[in-house]
């Protein structure tokens, strides 16, 4: 397979995606809304309906209060508009603390939208979680690293894997996490050299975020990358597009035409 393939239209599978390591690398973005999923999905082997939403969309200052609900309704947009791309749902905070918990609810999803994967955030402590779903059928991205859920324990957003220790306790997550069946690593906000570790370490394709090029593939929220959400960015966002500023031109563009009475013209006139 080429490393520039352009994508097929064959579903995307858990099964493609994990014969997709070591050959070619894995492109993910989120999307909310079946508009948007539908633009995406052509392009990419797997969308997230991340949690992010709940800052970039709702201006919530952190993902905390997303709520099972809320991914729901937007999973079920996404289910509209991507057919080909695995659909990965993020499952929210006070969602999955228990094995049993996340199993009645990651089981709500499977139940009522088309999600193929659910993600989860925690090290090897959240084992026996990833362990419940994978053996009952319900293919899991084990989110390990920076985990915004951990903000207010954690007092803030920290690159993880600086010291010895955290880089040993991360590899140790990682393989406990493959060991509990996870089909993939997210790799968040990590140094670099510790995702290519950790990358080399593992069956199971990683995706990175914040986490250098060493990784299976790549994801980013894409309100990030096309410059809609500007409240902030992160070093690891890379802008492909000024979103916000286009639509600022246009929208400009519009009302100085309907202040002067340019628009309609008879091209857009019965
Ligand atoms: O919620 C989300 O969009 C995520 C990404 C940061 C990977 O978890």
Redesign the pocket.
Known sequence: MSMQSSPSGKKVTVRTVREMKGREPVVMI?AYDALFAGIFDPEVEMI?V???LNMSFYAEPD?LSATLDQMLYHTKAVCKGAHRALIVF?MPFGTYATPEQALENATRVFRETCAEAV?VEGGAEKADVVRILSENGIPVVA?IGLR?QSVRAEGGYRVQGRTEEEAARLIEDALALQQAGAFAL?L?GMVSSLASEITRSVEIPTIG?GAGNGTDGQ?L?WSDMFGFFEAFKPKFVKRYLEGARLIREGLRQYREEVKNRTFPDAEHSY
Do not use: C, F
């Open positions: 989120t997230l991340g949690d992010s993902t993020d993600k989110h915004p997210l968040e975020i994801v929220v």
